[in-house]
């Protein structure tokens, strides 16, 4: 199992994101420590030397990759092809975003245990959801007006909360995709499945993690 993370320097709503101080250590280092304690073959994807630089300082090995796989438009699927194109020996591999920093190895063992044993095509890391769901024409999605169940009745639905996504080569070159053919589902808290996307977003994980919820 290899273990891939990728980490461009371009960010719209936190500058330099990856690498922004989070309880001491650069955001980008929790996740390392966490995918180093599964395999010591953990590589970062960057277009920043700084990144780079980071992330070899925490253990993790890097890609340079150019420019035109670092834009907004870039598709995670584009930049998977690419580590794989540069680690040839890759076989069974995670794909971890760097901004969920709250994941802990546990549940990557739980993944990792789910696609060893055959029955799944790609395993990924999902927070169950019981929300009642509106659309955009103002109807309900998953419930009826006048007959709103407890929620301990409804219908499960989970959520991808991007922490990891784990697939092999031969079923990410078959179908072109991260997640493809049967799926499987590792469960993870909802208070452990924030991901930083705004400065909001960072002060909450600042207080989970100082609060031990990462372990």
């Given at each position: 199992m290899k273990i891939f993370i990728p980490a461009r320097g371009g960010s719209k709503r936190i500058l330099?994101?990856?690498?922004i101080d989070l309880n001491g250590k650069p955001l980008i280092a929790h996740v390392i420590e966490c995918a180093l304690e599964i395999t010591s073959?953990?590589?970062v994807s960057t277009d920043y030397y700084d990144i780079a630089d980071i992330a070899?300082?925490?253990g993790a090995k890097t890609l340079i990759r150019p420019g035109f796989l670092a834009t907004d438009y870039t598709t995670a699927n584009e930049v998977v092809a690419h580590f794989l194109e540069q680690v040839e020996s890759t076989t069974q591999f995670a794909y971890m975003q760097p901004t969920s920093p709250l994941l802990t190895s546990r549940f990557l063992k739980k993944g990792l245990n789910?696609?060893?044993r055959g029955e799944y095509n790609s395993v990924i890391s999902v927070t169950q959801n019981t929300s009642f769901f509106w659309n955009d024409a103002r109807e309900p999605v998953n419930f009826e007006r006048n007959k709103k169940?407890?929620?301990?009745?409804?219908?499960?639905w989970y959520a991808e909360n991007g922490a990891f996504y784990m697939t092999s080569r031969f079923?990410?070159?078959k179908s072109a995709a991260l997640v493809s053919g049967n799926v499987g589902f590792v469960k993870m808290p909802r208070i452990m499945s924030f991901e930083i996307d705004t400065w909001e977003d960072l002060e909450i994980v600042k207080l989970l993690h100082g609060k031990g919820w990462q372990e």
């Open positions: 330099r994101k990856n690498i073959e953990v590589y070899r300082s925490f789910k696609l060893s169940p407890r929620t301990q009745d409804m219908e499960k079923d990410f070159e």
